[in-house]
């Protein structure tokens, strides 16, 4: 497995992926208004989109099984204090591949990545119900932060977690 920046040609598969991750996870329905919102994200290649590759056998283009998003201040939504934190977003591995450790790599070589552009401190959110993600960014050393908690609509309550990143 390869880890590296997404292709602008790739960011529909990234889209895709983070939607059926989401679906068969049963955090949203396919129909959902925040589908179109994760299709999106990142496609402007204003933010910082990662990708997981893994090659075919019949050494045709690689094939994407997931993706995380490392969102800069000030693009970034209310839960980002400043310039010196950034914020995680979407990670999302295809349903067929999720507990191979995919997220975890995803993850580690995104703040190996946030370390070397100078972010001090990574925020994220994630719905309450997203138990394997609660586990995985803890162990990661991301630390729940309720008191950041936020609801972006009406219902919907995101937990946020953070980490001071030590660039040394």
Not at 47 to 58: E, F, N, R, Y
Not at 137 to 155: I, K, L, N, Q
Request: net charge negative; hydrophobic share 40%; charged share 25%.
């Amino acid at each position: 497995m390869l880890i590296r920046e997404a292709t602008p040609q790739e960011m529909a598969v990234v889209g895709e992926i983070r939607v059926a991750a989401y679906v068969a996870g049963g955090f949203m329905s396919a129909d959902s208004g925040y589908a179109s919102t994760l299709r999106e994200l990142g496609a402007d290649g204003k933010d910082l989109v990662l990708v997981a590759v893994i090659p075919q056998d019949d050494g045709s283009t690689n094939r994407v099984i997931g993706t995380i998003m490392l969102q800069r201040w000030p693009n970034t939504d209310q839960v980002v204090d400043g310039p010196d934190e950034a914020e995680v977003r979407a990670l999302a591995v295809r349903p067929e591949a999720q507990g191979s450790g995919v997220g975890a790599e995803l993850l580690e070589r995104l703040m190996e990545l946030a370390i070397e552009a100078g972010v001090r401190q990574l925020v994220l959110c994630t719905k309450p119900e997203m138990k394997a993600a609660h586990r995985l960014y803890e162990r990661a050393g991301f630390t729940r932060r309720p008191e950041r908690d936020w609801s972006p609509v009406p219902g919907t309550t995101l937990l946020v977690y953070d980490l001071l990143l030590d660039g040394s």
